[in-house]
């Protein structure tokens, strides 16, 4: 079969994209048992290209990657590499045929040092024997392609979450690969790990690496990306040079309408600002535990959504876990609603009326063997205790409510979140808090591998719950949803709380915190 | 089911002693308490600290060391391997029953390390092609061979090979006029090899990576199926030696030989600081959680009046002891 | 009418194919099927004084302890623990009841039987309370934890008999594991359990938080569950199981025999939880499932007997049985048999074969199918290209 350029909408051009490409996959359909993940899509993904694909959250765009590397076999279509049929039986021969891949979760051996998950399967051998110094040398050298500082031979599971998503890709580009997938790989990163990140793959690209890219930030889309294909509820909707579609069009064919919610969220957090003060839901003072963050003061009243900011590891996570308890802390106090409360255990603060979403969604999170059913009443069952179960009907129509406000897909609250998109698991996680109508919630990284429309709604929901009079802790890498959001911003740095900034701060204020308290460690 | 679904591995926080890397904390933490135990034996009892005594701790558990150390490659990779009793039993049962037919020795013992590959080859394909659990497909796998033993015979055969007795009597004098059977250096050779094996070739890095979590070594693109098979091939081939050993300590093959010796071999692992989801721990941990129960074994032997019942119960309470206090130990470390 | 009917019918249908009971329940009717075969008397079922006799009613009968043993692991298993303590705990059990009645003022009366009882079970709730101590509060891992007092409790129930065979003569004792209402007591009193069971964890939000402790302890805690006192419950449960099965061993015999009583029984347990379809990896348990388990196991032990198979070849015939039901279950193989009748339904699109790797030469033609979808699909890009 020859390729046939004319159905298609956007041609090959530019100085980009020009021959055959690397990668074309032709009417690929993909069925799970009751979802049809993917309709007879077509993709092709030029040499010397960063090709983005864009969707919504579920919208099948781990999935039609997973297809292309083997991890699925396709109900339907062919794919061909450099022009000859493939069908990978698995990662491993797709590794081997040149395709490598970093897929949307960090999928690396969390009880291995480093430089094994970058290395793993390719390590430099001497007389049959793996040569540790040569295998330290070249990950060093890999992690400082990716700007990384970071002791090759530590445990993986020590590091935080984006330094992870770093190790991975650090694997990824490792091999000489002709075609490079990267599915969200920024979706935890800090603005200038992003940076580093977009330098290696222009530099890749201009070597002629195919490279595949997804993300839900339009700006980094728009950023790098010299060609995208947008799929819809697991159908093509089309593929365009980037230049040629607006960001407006580009989200209305993601989501199949035009996008009214954003410029809303923008008003209602100004509204709600005015609100900002009131009584104390929660106030710790000299909170802290050793090795994990120093103590700290912080005061969040009703109706205040208090924004935490700093780099990674700067404490925003380890913060949040002492004010919920899933760490207990060895100093301070805290009372809510001016009450002195003992936070031993996330029961106890649950208890007491605080929520909190862990960023770790797979491992903290989500019970990925339960329905979106159980997993949307399990903390509201906790509470009540196994005794009283919530009445059918009462259950049901919790889980139908907040299914359709949070727009749950698929809307069927028997499936298995563990088989949802990781978008979709993330709405279910807020759901599952939501439900139990906390006084304080604290989300850390709410919005991370979430669509922009769902990321639109999520951040409309803070807004409406804080003007409600729900208190809420709001940590997130992107400075400027914090700064958007944010009544109150709490800057971090090194495990310590280094400011705190009203809500007119800006993500430049921020920034010029973090980089000053910065200079000053380093003047010190 | 659970295949899909990888959860995050709660790896032990184990924050670090300096210098010391957390997850040899428990291996440490074995090595002392192994001290410890053999000390309280040395004040207890009268000629305890010998070095005779030491040496026999191996002499008498070789089979135990070399089964310990297949058991640790399976654990390794997050599984279990409960047929490894068994297949001990069915190879002191073939080769008894081979020789006694004439085979050479040479023959006898191919065949019997043949036969233990062969069953651990044929469950790990079955635990990794139809994804059944470990537990069940070894645990049929024990009954299997058990069964097999007494399809061969009933009664216990005994050994009169040459080659056998001659190894069963042999000894080397260390310096210190201090006596080992050849069975030792054949255990402790295949602890060096499973030692280099796991820590430098990319096989053994490949059993931690699917240990770590079978799902991500996949996507890494790693041989994770051939891996997985190896993985009871070996603890198949090591029962298959540890069998052999048995023969020679034994001098007979017997269908009841070595019963629930396979919990031996997963408590020896696990004491030595192996997890048993898998992806931590070490095979000179399971060598001392080998030399542990030996140890408490030896201990109970000095004592000498025990009933068979307070054996148990001594045998339970010093198990107890030593996994609490390792326990305690690795929580304190901050 | 009928339609509607017919539809249910095929729905029903449909839910059975699903249903991963189909094959351990296909299975345990095969093996009955095959004792019929073998011995026509083996489905009779005869009335007589008020009891049931026959061979079906024996499997009940002697299966009883099995089930409720299984019942417990099935809790414990769901946690992701697992209990090897579970048989020397039949033992003590056993033994406290059997030297209690012995050494009792009045050997043969209700009394001393009921004492007895009741002390084995006070100690069976403290054996459970100690496993769940070591699992859950000191975090040692289960299969260690448990082995503690596999090895340590055979030990306490020999001495506690003194290593002898304790025979006792007690009537009301009888009645536990021998007595019949119609059935057997013991089966009926493992069926009640059973029943207790399903009702609590299923009518109560119990069952979701043992499984969601058994899928991920970190996310459960961290959903304000008690994951711990959940952890130490179900040992205790199980403890609990394992004396009553014990009871009911020693009270078939009329004897505490503390060296081979509930022998390897935690085995036959956890098989029976594994045929059932309960993962040991934790989670979502079946205790249906758990209860045909059972009854494979013990029809499987009653087959080797009454078919008069060798008793050497018992243990091979057992793996291959086990292994086989297992296989049948397991969803891996039954997605083959999927695929592979689909695969032969010519109307269905075929997957690409999963075999090949790199064939570059190889031009192969592509399904007629995908010409008019393919058209639809450049229909609804140049849709979005007007827009
Ligand atoms: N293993 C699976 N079993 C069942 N359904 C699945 C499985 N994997 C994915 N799905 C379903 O397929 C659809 C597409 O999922 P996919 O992960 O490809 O989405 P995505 O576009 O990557 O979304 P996100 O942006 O959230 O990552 C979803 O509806 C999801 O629920
Ligand atoms: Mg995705």
Redesign the interface.
């Known amino acids: 079969m020859t390729d046939t350029p004319s159905t298609r909408t956007a041609q090959p051009g530019g100085p980009v994209s020009t021959g055959a490409p690397v990668v074309a996959m032709r009417g690929i359909s993909m069925e799970f048992p009751g979802v049809k993940a993917l309709q007879d899509v077509d993709f092709r993904l030029f040499p010397g290209e960063v090709h983005a694909l864009m969707g919504e959250n579920g919208a099948g765009k781990s999935t039609l990657i997973k297809v292309l590397t083997g991890v699925y076999t396709a109900t339907a279509g062919t794919t061909q590499l450099q022009g000859g049929q493939v069908a990978f039986s698995g990662p491993a021969e797709a590794q081997a045929a040149g395709v490598s891949t970093v897929y949307q979760e960090v999928n690396l051996c969390p009880n291995l040092s480093v430089a094994e998950n970058i290395l793993l399967g390719r390590e430099p051998r001497r007389f049959g024997s793996i040569d540790m110094a040569a295998t330290r040398t070249r990950a060093e050298e890999l992690l400082g392609r990716m700007g990384l500082t970071i002791d090759p031979g530590s445990i993986l599971a020590e590091h935080p979450i984006a330094i992870q998503q770093l190790v991975a890709i650090a694997r990824a580009v490792a091999v000489d690969a002709q075609v490079l997938i990267l599915d969200e790989p920024t979706s935890s990163l800090d603005q200038d790990e992003v940076a580093e990140l977009f330098r290696i793959m222009r530099h890749l690209r201009d070597e002629g690496v195919a490279i595949l890219f997804v993300s839900h930030f339009l700006e980094q889309v728009y950023e790098i990306a010299d060609r995208m294909t947008v799929l819809r509820n697991g159908r093509l909707v089309g593929e365009h040079l980037t230049k040629d579609l607006s960001r407006l069009q580009l989200v209305s064919a993601m989501i199949g309408r035009e996008l009214g919610v954003l410029e809303e969220v923008e008003r209602l957090a100004a509204d709600a600002s005015d609100e900002a003060g009131g009584t104390p839901v929660l106030e710790a003072t000299g909170l802290g535990r050793r090795g994990s963050i120093a103590p700290f003061d912080l005061r969040i009243g009703a109706g205040e959504v208090v924004g935490l900011a700093g780099l990674l590891g700067s404490g925003r996570t380890e913060l949040a876990r002492l004010l919920f308890g899933a760490d207990r802390a060895d100093s301070g106090v805290v009372r809510v609603a001016g009450r002195e409360v003992h936070l031993r255990t996330p029961r106890s603060a649950i208890s007491a009326g605080i929520a909190f979403c862990s960023e770790d969604r797979k491992g903290e999170g989500i019970l990925g063997d339960l329905s979106i059913r159980d997993n949307l009443v399990l903390a509201m069952q906790a509470a009540r205790g196994w005794a009283r179960p919530i009445p059918k009907r009462t259950k049901d129509e919790l889980v139908e409510k907040w299914m359709t406000a949070l727009d749950i897909r698929p809307n069927n609250p028997d499936a298995l979140v563990g088989k949802l998109s990781g978008g979709n698991q993330q709405k279910v996680l807020l759901a599952r808090w939501l439900v139990t109508q906390p006084k304080l919630l604290i989300l850390d990284e709410p919005t991370r591998g979430i669509d922009i429309g769902a990321k639109a709604q999520i951040q409309k929901l803070v807004t409406e719950l804080a003007a409600e009079g729900m208190a809420v802790v709001y940590i997130s890498a992107e400075l400027e949803e914090v700064a958007r959001l944010a009544h109150r911003v709490v800057v971090l740095k090194d495990r310590s709380k280094v400011a705190e900034l009203d809500g007119s701060a800006s993500v430049d204020d921020i920034m010029h915190l973090i980089a000053t308290s910065d200079s000053e460690q380093v003047a010190s | 089911m659970t295949t899909t679904t990888p959860t995050k591995r709660t790896v032990p926080a184990l924050s670090r002693l300096p210098g010391i890397p957390g997850r040899v904390l428990p291996v440490i933490a074995t090595f002392v308490l192994f001290v410890l135990l053999f000390g309280a034996g040395s004040v207890r009892y009268e000629g305890f600290t010998s070095g005779q005594v030491f040496a026999n701790l191996f002499i008498d558990n070789a089979f135990l060391i070399v089964l310990a150390v297949g058991m640790t490659f399976v654990i390794l990779t997050g599984g279990i391997d409960l047929s490894v009793g068994a297949v001990v039993a069915l190879s002191t049962m073939v080769a008894a029953a081979a020789l006694r037919a004439g085979l050479p020795a040479p023959v006898v013992i191919l065949l019997v390390l043949a036969i233990g590959t062969g069953l651990g080859v044929l469950m790990g394909l079955v635990i990794h092609h139809f994804e059944l659990q470990p537990f069940i497909v070894t645990l049929a796998g024990m009954f299997m061979a058990r069964g097999l033993c007494f399809v061969i015979g009933v009664e216990s055969i005994s050994i009169k090979d040459p080659f056998f007795r001659a190894l069963a009597t042999g000894t080397i004098e260390l310096p210190g006029g201090v006596v080992i059977t050849w069975s030792v250096v054949i255990a402790l050779a295949i602890v060096a090899a499973a030692v280099w094996v796991l820590h430098r070739t990319r096989f053994g890095r490949t059993i931690y990576a699917i240990g770590g979590s079978e799902s991500s070594a996949t996507l890494m693109g790693l041989p994770v199926g051939r891996v997985k098979v190896a993985a009871y091939a070996i603890s198949g081939l090591c029962a298959a030696v540890a069998g052999l050993l048995f023969s020679v300590y034994m001098l007979s093959g017997y269908g009841l030989h070595a019963v629930g010796m396979e919990l031996d071999a997963i408590a020896s692992v696990v004491i030595g600081g192996t997890l048993l989801s898998g992806g931590v721990g070490y095979v000179l941990g399971s060598l001392l959680g080998v030399l542990v129960l030996g140890v408490i074994q030896t201990l109970i032997s000095f004592q000498g009046t025990l009933s068979s019942w307070w054996t148990k119960i001594a045998i339970g309470t010093l198990l107890l002891l030593f996994i609490v206090m390792q326990r305690l130990f690795m929580r304190r470390t901050p | 009418m009928s339609t509607v009917q017919t539809a249910g019918a095929a729905g029903v249908l449909e839910r059975v194919r699903g249903s991963r009971l189909l094959w351990p329940l296909v299975a345990l009717v095969a093996l009955i099927a095959a004792n019929a075969a073998r011995n026509p008397g083996f489905l009779s079922i005869r009335l007589q004084d008020g009891h049931l006799y026959g061979s079906l009613v024996d499997i009940l009968k002697n299966g009883a302890p099995t089930l409720l043993i299984a019942l417990g692991m099935t809790l414990v298993i769901a946690t992701r623990g697992i209990d090897?303590s579970v048989g020397a705990v039949a033992a003590i059990a056993g033994a406290v009841t059997c030297t209690t009645i012995v050494g009792s003022s009045d050997p043969t009366s209700p009394a001393a039987a009921l004492t007895g009882i009741g002390l084995a079970l006070a100690l069976c709730l403290v054996l459970g309370l100690w496993n769940g101590f070591?699992v859950s509060l000191?975090?040692?891992?289960p299969?260690?934890?448990t082995?503690?007092?596999?090895?340590?409790?055979?030990?306490?129930?020999?001495?506690i008999t003194d290593?002898q065979i304790i025979t006792v003569r007690n009537d009301f004792y009888r009645e536990i594991g021998a007595g019949f209402l119609l059935f057997p007591i013991s089966i009926l009193i493992a069926l009640a359990a059973l029943v207790a069971v399903a009702l609590v964890t299923r009518?109560?939000?119990?069952g979701?938080?043992i499984?969601?402790v058994g899928?991920?302890?970190?996310?459960?805690?961290?959903?304000?569950?008690?994951s711990r006192t959940i952890i130490w419950t179900v040992y205790v449960f199980a403890a609990l199981c394992a004396g009553v099965a014990g009871l009911m061993i020693s009270s078939n015999v009329s004897a505490a025999d503390?060296n081979s009583a509930g022998l390897w029984i935690e085995?036959d347990a956890?098989?029976a939880v594994?045929?059932g379809g309960s993962?040991?990896?934790g989670?979502?348990y079946s205790l249906s499932g758990t209860l045909v388990g059972a009854l494979i196991i013990q029809t499987l032990t009653t087959t080797v007997y009454s078919m008069g198979i060798a008793?050497?070849?018992?243990?091979?015939?057992?793996?291959?049985v086990?292994?086989a039901v297992?296989?049948l279950q397991?969803?891996?193989?039954r997605e083959r048999f999927r695929r592979r009748r689909r695969s032969q339904d010519p109307t269905s699109?075929s997957?690409?074969?999963?075999?090949?790797?790199?064939?570059?030469?190889?031009?192969?033609p592509?399904?007629t199918?995908?010409e008019p979808?393919?058209d639809?699909?450049?229909d609804?890009?140049?849709k979005?290209?007007q827009?």
């Open positions: 090897l070591l000191l975090g040692i891992q299969i260690i934890a082995l503690v007092l596999m090895t340590a409790g055979r030990g306490i129930a020999m001495l290593g009518r109560t939000a119990l979701l938080l499984e969601s899928i991920n302890p970190e996310a459960s805690r961290l959903a304000g569950l008690r503390a085995m956890i098989l594994v045929i993962s040991l990896a989670g979502k008793p050497e070849v018992t243990l091979v015939f057992k793996a291959l086990v292994i297992c296989l397991a969803p891996k193989v699109p997957s690409p074969s999963t075999s090949g790797s790199l064939a570059p030469e190889e031009d192969s592509a399904p199918a995908h979808a393919g639809a699909a450049s609804s890009k140049q979005v290209a827009s």
